[in-house]
């Protein structure tokens, strides 16, 4: 059973993910590739926004799948989730 806190996130969630499901399955990831590399590439502040902006996408989309993930599933997503936010906080500090 969910909690009110994760209904409320699938609930204002659902229009969104519907839209992404319309797209074609390669441009959502596209588009999340080419900010993550613009994240590696600009410096500072900038770099930094751009990779937390995918830190943010890849969180959101890990409490939505967080039920149906397996255990190793989960900590990958969330090793994911921290390195991201570590090179987000290492191009904001250089910067």
């Known amino acids: 059973m969910p909690t009110s806190w994760r209904a ?5 969630s659902a229009a969104l993910v519907v839209y992404l499901r319309a797209m074609p399955r390669w441009q959502p ?5 080419v900010v993550f590399l613009a994240g590696l590439v600009l410096p500072g502040p900038a770099g930094a926004i751009a990779l ?7 969180g959101w989309l890990m409490v939505l799948s967080w039920p149906a993930l397996p255990t190793v599933g989960r900590a990958a997503r969330g090793l994911t989730l921290v390195l991201l936010l570590l090179m987000a906080a290492s191009k904001a500090a250089r910067g």
């Open 8 to 12: 409320g996130v699938e609930r204002r």
């Open 29 to 33: 990831a596209a588009v999340v590739a």
């Open 52 to 58: 937390l902006s995918v830190a943010g996408f890849l």
